[in-house]
T-cell receptor, first 113, second 111 residues
Framework: DAGVTQSPTHLIKTRGQHVTLRCSPISGHKSVSWYQQVLGQGPQFIFQYYEKEERGRGNFPDRFSARQFPNYSSELNVNALLLGDSALYLC????????????FGPGTRLTVL | DAKTTQPNSMESNEEEPVHLPCNHSTISGTDYIHWYRQLPSQGPEYVIHGLTSNVNNRMASLAIAEDRKSSTLILHRATLRDAAVYYCALNSGGSNYKLTFGKGTLLTVNP
């Protein structure tokens, strides 16, 4: 079975621009979560979506938004990019909203110049 | 959110057991303890998780202290492929699935 896929793999943007990152969960998984991983740190929770509804939000500004589509894929949008948004953005999927094992994708490396 | 604390790095020899510690002194009664590992340029890979009792799977064992304020991931025979950053993370369950990761331990395995 295919794992979690993310696109693009790498992205370079300039300050003030916006970016859209995409994630396709494992087939049969209805929950998608997004994490930000800054170099040298552990991943930090941004959002969780289950059945197209937001189930959880981390401590991130409103410049970060996300949505989940009927096929359970998801997009993470970041507006007005700052240098500090440079990070690896990880998507994780699981079957249910709680307690099932989360499977992570390879991530999208975002560089903001 | 409860936090986890791990040593920055550890070193082991191939085919020897490895014990990776994690402190989570502010853990709540409903927090699950998860372990993930991450290779360079890859996303985290699930290793094991538990709530109160020790757990075993094909990859590793998880030993949880009786007061749940610490846990230890045990790799029974380290291989070169086990070299990675190991993260201890807590999931509070409830209505959502939010993993709170620590900074991780970089495990080096010597041949």
């Amino acid at each position: 079975d295919a794992g979690v896929t993310q696109s693009p793999t790498h992205l370079i943007k300039t300050r003030g621009q916006h970016v859209t990152l995409r994630c396709s969960p494992i087939s049969g998984h209805k929950s998608v979560s997004w994490y930000q991983q800054v170099l040298g740190q552990g991943p930090q929770f941004i959002f969780q979506y289950y059945e197209k509804e937001e189930r959880g939000r981390g401590n991130f500004p409103d410049r970060f938004s996300a949505r989940q589509f009927p096929n359970y894929s998801s997009e993470l949008n970041v507006n007005a990019l700052l240098l500090g948004d440079s990070a690896l953005y990880l998507c994780a999927s699981s079957r249910s909203a709680v307690l099932d094992t989360q499977y992570f994708g390879p991530g999208t490396r975002l560089t903001v110049l | 959110d409860a936090k986890t604390t791990q040593p920055n790095s550890m070193e082991s020899n191939e085919e020897e057991p490895v014990h990776l510690p994690c402190n989570h002194s502010t853990i709540s009664g409903t927090d699950y303890i998860h372990w993930y590992r991450q290779l360079p340029s890859q996303g985290p890979e699930y290793v094991i998780h538990g709530l109160t009792s020790n757990v075993n799977n094909r990859m590793a064992s998880l030993a949880i202290a009786e007061d749940r304020k610490s846990s230890t991931l045990i790799l029974h025979r380290a291989t070169l492929r086990d070299a990675a950053v190991y993260y201890c993370a807590l999931n509070s369950g409830g209505s959502n699935y939010k993993l709170t990761f620590g900074k991780g331990t970089l495990l080096t395995v010597n041949p």
